[in-house]
């Protein structure tokens, strides 16, 4: 039953999302094919360069909604099973190291030992990494990114993703996870509904405190199991 339930509940997730991501892809792959078609054109040779340019812009793009859908790792093909999550944020923190480095960014960490959960690892990665990702890119002066996991005592573990960021306003914040919804220049607006959909399928939630010009902190909670 279980299976079941798990399963049919990734089918739902999963057809949501792909409606989104078809949705978003077609534009820059759209927008790629027609420079490439005009670059076939002996007529317009003199705008080869910037046609070009765009098209390079444009697949980059593409690759940044993928990123924001699928993990850096292999696709998901693990189901869920009991997983140690400290183990899991350090992972994702190895994944963005490099990224927080040209950011200017270091990120501190206090993680427990004993954080079950029964997750797909995979998809936990994902989520993590969109938010890690949002908080990097909340610093463009560079600062700290503190993540902590511990559980809680009513039967929770907790995970925390503190930035000193920019920060959100109270309706930045209502608006946070709508598909779309982004501040930024080249933002996709997907990253944080796919992490809030990721860990609702884990029976958990994820909690946000910001203010403007100090810094954000997402809180997530997943049920811890033995
Ligand atoms: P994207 O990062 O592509 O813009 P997201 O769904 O990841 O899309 O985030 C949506 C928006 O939420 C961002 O554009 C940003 O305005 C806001 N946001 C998310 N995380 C943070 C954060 N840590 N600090 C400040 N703003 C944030
Ligand atoms: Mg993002």
């Known amino acids: 039953l279980r299976s079941d339930m798990q399963n049919s509940e990734k089918f739902r997730v999963i057809g949501e999302l792909a409606s989104v991501f078809a949705h978003e892809i077609r ?20 705008k080869k360069k910037e046609y070009l340019q765009i098209s390079i812009e444009e697949l980059d793009r593409a690759n940044e909604i993928i990123d924001d859908f699928l993990s850096f790792g292999k696709p998901t093909v693990n189901h869920s099973q009991r ?7 350090q992972r994702a923190v190895s994944i963005m190291q490099s990224y927080s480095l040209n950011y ?29 990702k949002n ?33 959100m306003t109270k309706n930045q914040m209502e608006r ?4 779309f919804y982004s501040l930024k220049e080249s933002g996709t607006g997907l990253g944080m ?30 049920p811890r199991v033995a």
């Open 135 to 167: 908080a990097i890119e909340s610093m463009p002066g560079g600062g700290i990114v503190w993540i902590t996991c511990a559980s809680t005592e009513d039967g929770n573990i907790m995970i925390t993703i503190k930035d000193q960021g920019i920060g």
């Open 83 to 89: 997983i140690n999550a400290g183990n899991q944020l």
């Open 193 to 222: 509904m796919v992490s809030f959909q990721i860990v609702r399928s884990f029976q958990g939630k994820i909690q946000v405190n910001s203010e403007k010009d100090k810094g954000t902190e997402f809180i997530i909670l997943i």
């Open 104 to 132: 200017n960014v270091e990120f501190k960490t206090n993680i427990q030992e004993n954080c079950w959960i029964y997750a797909n690892p995979q998809k936990l990665n994902q989520s993590l990494i969109n938010i890690f």
């Open 176 to 179: 946070l996870g709508s598909p």
């Open 27 to 46: 534009n820059p792959m759209q927008v790629t094919r027609g420079f490439l078609q005009l670059l076939n054109d002996p007529e317009m040779p003199n």
